[in-house]
């Protein structure tokens, strides 16, 4: 364990995971924003099945450059070896996030430990690196968001060292215990003190911006719309209370 | 207006704009190198429903880098803000062309925005940054090219600051007033000025190459065949005429 | 022909090409790890029909940049064109590989050009460069593994200077003769010495770990299973003597 | 002048430029961090001239990508082309900002222009582009930050499109009338509402920093000692009043 | 302490350190190439005291990417910090190696902690990030490896999390104990367990080429000599024999 | 030779070589332009012996990617490898230009290489690639032009291919009997049949350029005098026949 992760993690809200399953990682970074968050979203990862929803608390692996004493076919035999000890003992739930430097010419991952990751109960995979067996892995219907496909093992550039630390995945920190959420779009991670606000606030907005995109597509113009003036809000309120009648 | 905009818009051909959406990029391209013009291709800039069309005249937006005195949710609700402005005041017929510096890590629109042009008769929306709502905007079916998805709001990045001024977008120089044609390729930026005249040649390429590839299909060795020799070019007009009888 | 290209190729086992037409590219570049050529995937080239395979061996074509003097229309026209003379002459079951020196803003062939290669019986398309005419390409249906759609032809960045010699690719050395191979995932460039080799234990691995994905998705633990313990290599031997019988 | 560029520029404190001219840019983008400003330094340009320090109000250049119908020689010769009536109409103190889209292969300025801001008593010239007649420029003493040196002129790559409007450069917001400060480590751009603020705190700082560096080489440990603890800060501020005495 | 790096250092023939200390780092990565090691040399970490020699063990500190809630000026007074913790508990004849990931706008190192390593005794400080104060740095003579100058603290890009575990410093692997060696060409990472062959070897081959060169300064054609072949080693060999006498 | 290479060299005006030496690669850039060549000047590749002028006709080495089989120290013993061969063979006042492919992380030549190439009266070599030995070559005060330092031997990354072919180093094509000039700024390559034209219109306009900058730097405003107009190309007229009498 890092320095300065977590000992122990808070407890969430027992309707965050749920809300936060049904929001859009665009509004999720909006409410980041405004908690003072700019950098959630991990670029440029991106979702094998875009028409799956990804929600679970983050574990984390690191890997660091390969080198030729380190890195080979071998090492991988050793249940401790971190890619392989994070996969097996992975809780259902949970999300696997690899620190993989954001090397897409190589794959850590394939259609194997993702299979045995399923297998687990795992909510989803997230690494800024590639996929091997890239098809067969679609094939899953199983959550996994990369940088895309690529055949050679992570033994040619990377050796895995670390498990359950703080990580760097495609620029964000990603702290364990965090919450990472997916969509179509690609990963946003939530830090866990936030989680619950980020979700209450969010499900609000997604009504909102419901209630405004509709209005826009029957010729509403921008001013006093988007973002809603007083008048708009109004009338969001008053709509809001007869969808719940 | 920036200084070197053109103060009035020279008129063009009528079947101009028609004949330019029946002409593909590629051979956009080919005719505006033919008339000195190497760099037209808006590289990297892919579209979100590739079987659509898009021919327009280009109107203007240009952000520069975030700062926090400038870029909030705030400034959005000023109706000058110039990528606000812009959409609301496109017409019928025009191309709204956004200069977001290449960053694709940041959307500078999503489905409200997108909706708002789409009800406003617009032809299309071209920028190089990212779309928000990604999957909800492909499904308008409305005309959009960008870098790709990315969930974060336009603040994080950038700042709009200046509205129908020359910018450049994907490395092209855009001038207000150019027509901008996009197809499954991506997008080509043409000139005003020379407008009619790659229109009318453009045409005569694309049956010129149909002709040329369908006598490739049933074997026709390369050379005189592509580029056309005498023999092939005699072949084609007689084609032709008979195609026109 | 360079300098240090083979002057005759050795000959391939007869089952060689059959062989690897059946192996993933990942098992593939395993293989070829294992043997110590730890750089042999072709990456960021991908497939225009993700669902085709493709083997072949390697002839080849070089680009150098474009220069005023030297790249232009005109210089098509001459049979003796590298690219032109490399498609004309290409015989059936050879992949066509071309350096591109990894510029994806330009097209180095398009729907004419395939066509030909088509025709001719070619089994194949690579190169680390754009495709025009993307859509139409991909219809036929035939082998091409490029980074992306590009509209501008190659003359705006290139001029075609040799064919046939040792070329860089994608990063990865080609020798006229080796053998090239694609599937969904990519392209990988196998030495032509050590071709059969690969195939055969090719072969094997992927039948050992058809045999250990079935395992882990019915719920094997990965120490013992992955990479396989003694008891997994001897299941994995009775089950394949049982399939055998 | 840009939509969003300040009428009239605010008054400064007498002192602030004769101070910001003392204070490391390190020490500068710490003050402003703590006024909540991430984004100020101005990366990769680098000074001709290390050992000079410049300070001035910033007014701005802007240039878009060439095309072949705008970029010319010709153009040059027109007194309101942007990048000419800039310096010839550059006021005592001022800085030269030039938006040269990160570029680095072409320059956008040369002895001869440079020569002009030096006799026209500008305070420093800042681009994110490339000097050319780069040894001779050095010579002259005059502070300027650059990518680098080019040979190519500018036109090759650009078109100069706007004067004093807001710019990107190396990826920092300039509005025109803010204070660039610039010393062997590079440039920063002060929003010219929080200048007196930054001078007066970074000339603080400076002593402070001053003061603990001497007792770090003099073997204090750093904790309590950088940053500060209470008992250091009230040493620093019984030296400063014997100092003062 | 990550879980794979090594628990106690073997030891190094007494000699070692001191040889390394005369060998080029060229020589270096030749002899490491010849032990299989490909990937030693340290990418774009350059010297801002080029004429002084390094070498030292390595002790490590990882920086991942910041957020607004670990990343602040409040977190550096902590003294378990891992960048402040690692300098105060620096000892005699080490070598501070700090993975910031290869991002040269932000500085993880300025005057004051650079003076702390160097009143300790370090014996250097290798780094893929910036250096602030760079001039006052470069005054100390202390070595020190980075990419260049860069004014803002690492607080706005970085956080760090972790101290001596196994880190990448640009793509190269570096192990707690690993042998860093610098000259004015850059730094090189010797794994341990080869350090004692590597000098013993390579202090041979340095006066192999130092023989060679002198030859071909005097005219000596590169076939025969350079590589060397037998008739030239005997020379050589003869030569050393006369030195040693 | 590549297919594309000329035969034979066209002969040069025997003032050529001479003029270009006195002409600055910004001037040379400019004058290429003027005949159309956009893209002469090589980025990136810098001097390491600033203050030396460097001219001379083209010959060329290819490399391309290293693979295991191919790249070994082994094979550098062999006479005909095209490094070796090329540096061999080189005649007196050629300049060798080699095709490093851009990467600036190996060196593709040494002191020891270098050397030889001085002996044998080289005029130069330019590489977009590394340097070894760096501070020892710069040491010779011989022309050398690459990326920058690096310790690595080129075979980590590199096979040379091929000799005397047409090339492209740093992004421009080169012509084996090209002229390559270099400065302090950095190196343009002169296609053989403009050599002459460039020479003498260079000539003329590095005087007036000399006459303008002393304008300017006596007061002259940029209109008028910068491109000069009627009265200042006059008064160039009338100084120049002073100067000549």
New interface residues.
Partial sequence: M???APAALSPLHPETLEQLSRI???T???QL??L??????L??V?PLC?DRRMVGEAVTVRF???????SS?EV??D??Y?Q?HA??HIEPGQVLVMDC?GV??A?NA????V??LH?RGAAGLVLDGGI????SVQAFGFPVYALG?????H??RH?A???N????CA???I?PGDIMVGD???V?CI?R?VADTVAARGVEQEEL?AF??EK??R?A???GT??P?ESTLAEFQAWKERQNR
Avoid: C, M, Q, W
Avoid at 36 to 41: E, L, W, Y
Avoid at 132 to 135: A, M, P
Avoid at 149 to 153: E, G, I, Q, S, V
């Fill in positions: 890092s320095r300065f859009s990682t665009p999720l970074t909006t924003f405004k003072g968050f700019r950098n959630a979203f670029h440029g991106r875009p660091a450059p390969a080198r030729e004493d380190y076919y991988l035999a249940p401790r971190p392989r996969i097996e430097r897409a010419s794959a394939g259609d194997i430990l299979s045995r297998v091997r067996d890239y098809t496909p690529a055949a050679p093992a033994v040619v050796v060292v670390d498990e630390v703080l990580i760097g620029e964000v920190l702290v179509g779009e690609g946003v830090p003190a911006e405004i995109l826009v597509r010729g113009p921008l001013p988007y973002p003036g």
